[in-house]
């Protein structure tokens, strides 16, 4: 048995809660629980992303609209 063969057996007896062992079940600690927190935040961060991308163009599209009549009164000097 390797060194490496070890340390992940040690590991997975770690993660192991010895209850649920008893009973016939493995529990894998907050494995789970934390990768769905991860997956939820990236989600979240992503539709934010869509959002905040999306609400970009809008302005842009608001000050490209803008732009004529801003330098049209800057050269009259009515700025």
Known sequence: MGLRQIS???TRKEMID???EKAGRVHFGKTRTTLGLIDVFAR???ARL???R???SE????LSALLPSVLDKAFKGEL
């Open 8 to 10: 992940e057996e040690r």
């Open 18 to 20: 010895p209850q649920l």
């Open 44 to 46: 979240s961060n992503q």
């Open 50 to 52: 869509a959002f905040l």
């Open 54 to 56: 999306k609400l970009q």
């Open 59 to 62: 302005i842009q599209k608001e």
